[in-house]
C-alpha cells in the first residue's frame, strides 16, 4: 500500500525558511519522479517542483525558483523540500506525490504570516 507523510523537518530554521520532509513506502522509491504540489485556501492545487529517479534533474514552478530546493534521498525513501525567502502568499498545505500520481497523503501545513 502506498504511503506518503509529509511532514516539517526540525524545529529551527534561520527565519523565513522551512524544510519540508516525505516519508515514502509501499512503492520502490528510486524508480519514481516525484513532485512537491501545494493547495493555498480557495485555489487549486498546483506543482510546486518536480525531481527525477536519481535527483539529476529538477524543474519549478516559477513562483518559487529560485527560492526552493526540492532533493531526495533514495536510500532513505525521503523527499524533502527547502523553502528559503518565504512569502505569505507561500501559504498552503504542501503535498507529496509520485509520477504517476498514487492517492493524496494528508500534506502539511505552511503558514507564512507578513
Known amino acids: 500500500q502506498v504511503q506518503l507523510v509529509e511532514s516539517l523537518v526540525g524545529l529551527v530554521q534561520p527565519v523565513g525558511s522551512l524544510r519540508l520532509s516525505c516519508a515514502i513506502s509501499?512503492?520502490?522509491?528510486?524508480?519514481?519522479?516525484m513532485r512537491w504540489f501545494r493547495q493555498a485556501p480557495g485555489k487549486e492545487r498546483e506543482l510546486v517542483a518536480t525531481i527525477s529517479e536519481t535527483g539529476a534533474s529538477t524543474s519549478y514552478a516559477d513562483s518559487v525558483k529560485g527560492r526552493f530546493t526540492i532533493s531526495r534521498d533514495n536510500g532513505k525513501n525521503t523527499l524533502y523540500l527547502q523553502m528559503n525567502s518565504l512569502k505569505p502568499e507561500d501559504t498552503a498545505v504542501y503535498y507529496c506525490?509520485?509520477?504517476?500520481?498514487?492517492?493524496w497523503g494528508q500534506g502539511t501545513q505552511v503558514t507564512v504570516s507578513s
Open positions: 506525490n509520485r509520477f504517476p500520481r498514487s492517492p
Open positions: 509501499g512503492f520502490i522509491f528510486s524508480n519514481y519522479y
